[in-house]
Each structure stands twice: as C-alpha cells, then as structure tokens.
C-alpha cells in the first residue's frame, strides 16, 4: 500500500504563516517538500515578511525557510501594495500572473492521484482572491507541466467576529468562490475554521491576546496533520482521499470544519470521552446536531494499538453511537479512521463535521456584508473595481448552496420513514 | 662456461682495436688508450667479482630454506602419525617415513643427524634440490591421505561416542545443555587433514571432560544435601570410580544413577524449595505491573523454575535463589525512580501538598547478602510499601494532569443537561475528578453515594 501524497499551496500572509510552519515542525513524509507559498508582497519588502513573527521567537526556523525560499516562495502580481485586502485585486493578480504561478506549482511534480490543499484567509485579498481562481485552473485547465489535480480540497480561515465589515465582506464571497466557480463545484472540499471560534475553544482570555495568532495557528496545523494522517502507513482503516469528497460532492455539500481532541491520557479518557470532548471543540460556530456527516480520525500511540487496547472495530462501535446521539439524523456519511502513531503517548482525534448549517457562520458575518456592500461605488478604479454585479451573482450562488444544505437537514432531521410502509412497497407482504 | 668466451672475446676485439688503432694513429696515442682499457677492465673484473658472490650465497640460503621445509613437513607428519597411534596401526607409515629420510640423507642433501648439509649442497642445483623437494611432498601427502582415511573411522566412533554420553548425561537432569551444545558444535566441524582430525578429537575430548566434570559436582551437591537424610556412602563410591575414568564413556551410567537415586531421597526438599521460590516470585510479580521489563524478567525466572522437573534440579535453585535477589533489587530501584520522577511532576504541576519520603531508604534496607527467606520477607514488605506509594503518586499525578481536560467535558455536560454522573463521565477516576469540580465550582452539588454532580 502507498501512502498518499499530499502537497499545499499557501496564499496570503496568514496562510503563508501556517503552511511554513507545518512543514517545518511535522516534516510530514506524505507532504515531503511540496509546499508552496504565495504572496503579493509590495516589491520593497522582503518575501519572508509574513514569516518575521514566527523566526522573532522560533529563529532555527530561519535557516528551513532559506532552504526552501528559491524553489517554494513565489511573489506574483504587480500591485505596488499587494491586494490591500481587496479580493477582486487578488483574484486579477493571480490571473495576470498565472504563467508565474504554474512555474511553481509545476515545480511541487504533483500526480493526477496527489492530494492539494490550498490554505487562504478568507478575510484577506491576497489567498482570498488567488485561491479559489488556482483551485479552479488547477482542476480545470492547469497548464502546461501540471496535471488536473482533481483532489484540491480548501482550508478557508473565517475571520475574528470583531474584525471590520470589508473581512467579512471578503469572507462570504470568498467562501462562494470556493464552493462554486463559474457555475461549478470549485474545491473539492472546503474546510472552515473560524478564529474567534478556535479562541473560544482555547479558552484565550483577553490578556493573552499577544499570543493568540500563534495558538490558533497551531491549532490549525494540527488539524492538517490529522487531515493526513489517514493517508499514512500506519493507519489501520484507511479513508481513501476520494472518500473525503467524491460522495459529499454528490450529495451537493462539501463544506466540513474540524473538531479536535488532542493530546488525551488513554490510561484515564476512554475513547467514548474523547470523541465527546473532540465534538464539543468545533472550529467554526455552528449546531452540531444539524450536521450530516462525519470523519472521525484518532491517532492512537503504537502500543496501545497493538496490544490490542485501543481498536479500530471499537472506533467504529463507538462512532455510530456517537453518530446517533449527535447527528441530525444520525447523519447520512461517516467514515471512521484509527492510526497507530509511533511517536504518539497520548490520543489526538479530530471529528470533520460536515454537511451542518451554516447559519451561525453567516449570522456573524451577514451585517458586515451588507454593511459594506451597500456601500460600494462603480467610481473606483477598474483593475481593482469589485462589480455589484459578480457580488450579486456570488450571493446567489451562496443563497442557492445554502438552501439545498438546509432542505437536506430538515428533511433528515424530519420524520423517519416507516419501514413497514417501505417493505411493501417494495413487494413484500 | 660463459665467461671464460666473453672474456677472450672481449680480449681479442681489445687486441683487435688497438692494432686498429696503432695503424692509424701512432704508438704515442694507443699507448694512452691501452692504459685507459686496462684501467677500465680491472675496476669491471672488482664489479663483476662482487656481484656474483653475493648472488651465489642468495641460492645456498634458497636451498637451505628448501631443505628446512622438507625436513619439518616431515617431522610434523611424524608427530600426527605418532598421536594416531591410538587408532591406527603406524608401522607401515613409520617405514615409509624412515625410508624417505633415508633417501634424503644419501642423495647428500642431509647429514645422518638429518641437519642440512651445507657443503654437500653447494655442488647441487638450485633445479634439482627443488625437484627433489616436490617429490618429498608429494610423498608425504600420500602418506597423510592413508592415515586420514585409517583415523576418521575411529575418530568418528570416538566422537559420536563422547557426544552420545553427554546427550544422556543431559537427558537424564545434568545441567549440561551449553556444555553440550559446544561438543555438538566440534562434533560437527568440518575436518578433511588428519591434523584437523586430531585437533577436534582433541577439543571434542577436553568438552567432554568439562561436562563429567560438571556432573560430578551436581552429583557431589546431591550427595552432600541428600546425606542428611540417607545414607549415600555407597553412591559417594560410585563417584569415586566415576572421577577416576572420567574418560571413560561408560561412566556416564553410574553418574546417571548416582543423580537418579540421589534425587529419589530429595523430593521433600525439592517441592520445598521450588514451592517457596514460585510463592516469592508470584508475589514480586504482582508489585510489577506497569514495570514491563522487570515483569517480564521475574516472569522468565518462574518460568523458568517451575521447568525444573525433578530433585535433582535442587542444585540449580541456588542461582534461581540468586536472581530472584537481583530482580527483586531491579524492580524496587525501578519503582523507587518512577516515584521520585513523579513527585518531580506533581511538582511542577504545583501540588506542593505531597512531600518527598526518601523513597531511596526503602531500597537500601534490601541486603542481597542475606539468606533467602530472610531477604524475601524484607522484599515482600518493601515492595508492598513502593507499589502503594506508587500507585497513589502515579493516580495523584494522573488526575492533576487530566483535570483541565476532564473539567471542561463536566462543565459542558453540566450546561448541556444540568447533571452529570460518574458514568457518564466514561473516564478513568471519574469520582475523584466529580469531588474534584465539586471542590473547584462550590455553586455545583456533589452527591458523593450517587456520584452525580448538580448544577
């Protein structure tokens, strides 16, 4: 058995942080060295400027960044400010700029059967614009020296609730793109995690504010990892990646977010509490119980799992009565993956909660939308114009996305059918 | 030969040239040339002189070495011959032998003391003295495969012998296994040359002698324990006989039957012995949990002395006894570390309540030195005392380290259904993390019989 390969493309400074790190501190062998950074900093700044926070307090990281810098950092556009968190400028850059980007990522010599993910802060201009464009030519009409990789998924990180109205602006027409792009399915799966949120789950106070990018950061590679970890040797029940979203793509929602546990003492949390404790650490706001699908991924330490202590058939019991006590519906996709981690001494799992409401997302972002929508003039500039128009079309899409995800919630959360009713219609008596 | 034509020849192109000359250029000249060439001749005819001592005394001492060769080959075979002599009948080999001495001493290239004869071979070629040398070897190797193939028959017999006595020797008790194992191990090593032979006879003779040897001093310990209760004098006279032909294969016999009836007068010991070793290490085994290594060591031990079928193993539960000592030390030096490494967590976690108790003193009490029983009394206490102080750091430590986590699932539940009990917890400690919350949040209500907590 192969293990999967995995590569990532990174745009935006925040996503640049949170790539850069992940290859530095996991060295993951299914990733290797194919991570790509991508940037529209302004030309008098110094490509590692999105990095100085990280080498201001971890400085050995330096040296891996100046390994990699030639091959796996790429600047494109000719904006003289970057996108100035305006999405539509990212978007052109990325577009204009192209030819520049495929060099790079036909530099990662990706397969047909590699995974990507693509990591954007859907706040930004940059990752936000750039991404969804490169998802959507990368599956489409990649260009030459790459193959259409159709297994792009999209990490999309959902800004802090008190962030200004153009982030959530931002954020929802970013969040449009990557569900849909000209008409179509655009990522293969979209995974959100939303800052605020990830702070709540952590518990940061206001006084630890100054830390708080670098736990959330770490809280999101962690969810990369156990994404991959699946993928890996060790696992005793691979989930394929076509699992993570050939059937959520033909059931017309493939929007997940993390849920994790890490770090727990299998001598005193049974698996049962930690699968409880991981869905109660949701990375983006939502209803639990309207979600419809589930991957559950625990990372087990080797022992246990060859003593036979910790065992993939348990998971599995464990999860369809998770699956039926949190589920709406006891939900309608689950996949359930044990991997028997060598370096681990404690259980990490992660739930991928998919499928759900997404109303608490939008509830958070939906006044600042309007806010700042109402307010756009066709009087800028037209290279970095954002057109009413595309905005309107976006909302539909979304509406339209939306509408289907609640129609599917309802009607499982809905009255069961009566199987006796069903038999007969199908010729027993 | 050669020499005597260069030189003339070399004279009569001189005389040739100088007339040559005279005619040509005058008296005066050739005379100066005539005394140049006779300068140059005599300083050649020095050269010439020197080199070829030298090279004579290189071939006088090529033909010694050659001699000397010949001369120990023969006398190596001899020796081989001679140490065959158990075996085989060597007269025939030893005229052969004779004989080409014999030759070598009147073709004059030894003395009749068989030495090199030095002045007898500097009229003798280099050639023929190398001739003669290949013809003595081939002699010799002949020679050598007719005594190989008269030994390895009796050698073979000697061997499956010796290996055959040991085998028995070992089935019937003896602690002989490793001893054993090696006879095999020579028993079986490829031999072709006759001076290969010798030398596994010879290394299978001295193994099996430290087996009878060993069995020896089994039986003797039997013999020795067991005369408390029986009267042994006529087994110590087996022995007797047994240590003077220790060579002697049929000996094993009375060795096997020393050891059988010698065991027959020690079961009460034996059950004894082995019952009290086992009791110990079960209870030893039962202070390792969580110590893999250790347990897994004390485990081999009983395994290992319940393997013991019979009395005449008593004398192997002296070393049982032993390492029953050494484990017991082992496992409380481990526990002893892994209470102080946890003392240093619930340190750091800020537990200043649990003080150090010097866990280290509980060690040193156990003295190795003292008799069994009197050390495994000590050990059962002072291991008792650090499993228990273990167990309570290590649950302490446990329950510190995983409270943040577990306090969280709590307060979730607690919000989510206003009650939460032990049960549904699904954690390990789950009342003392219930008491613990209750301790931490005074607005919740603990229900210490039901173990639910209300808030």
Redesign the interface.
Known sequence: MHATRWGIIASGQGANRIAFLYYAKYRNPSIADRVLLLNTTPADVKPEAPLEQIFASEPELREEYEKIKRERVCIFGRAPSGAGNNWVLGEREAIADYDNIRRYIANLRLRRSDVLLGIATLGGGTGNGSLPYIIHRVRKNPGAGIERINNFLALGILPYDFEAPQRHFNTICGLARLLRYNGEQNAALVILVDNSQVERVLGIRRGQREERYQRINQEIIKTIHMLIAPSSYTSRATIDIADYYQLPSNLGMIHFTPCL?M???P????L??IL??AS?NAMAPLDKATATMAYIVVLAPEEKVAKGEITQEDLEDLSREWAARHLAGEGILRYTSLVASPESESVDAMILLGGFSLRRIMEKSLEKYYDFKDSLSDSSDANSRIELERVEKLEKQLKEYIALTEEKIARLKGKRRQMKTELKRWGFS | MNEYVITAFVVLATLGAGLFLLLTFGISFVSYIAVGVILSVLFASLVYTWWKSKTDKTVVLLKIEILNKIKSSLSKLEENIKEASEFIDIEPFMRDLKRIRNELISKGFFTKDFEVNERKIEKITLTAIELESRKVEQQLRSLESLATASYIEAAAKRLGELLSAARTLLESGFSVKEEYEELRRIVNMPSASLAELLEKRRRGEEEYLRIVDKCISEAEFLLDTAENIADVAHLRKELEKVKKSRHDVEVVHRLVRVRSEASSYLTKPFLQAKKEIVGYLDKVLSFSVGFEREEQAIRELRDRALGYADPGYLAEFAAVKEEAKRLTLELARALAKEIVALEEELKELGMRKIRRRGVERHVSKLDPRKEFAEFTKEAIEVLRTLAGEYSTRYKTVKIAKNYPAIEKIISQKLAEKGRVSAEELKVRYAREFLRHYSEAHPEVKFEKNALILKG
């Open positions: 546990s770090g727990n003492d001598d005193v949390l049974s049962d509490a409880e404790s109660n």
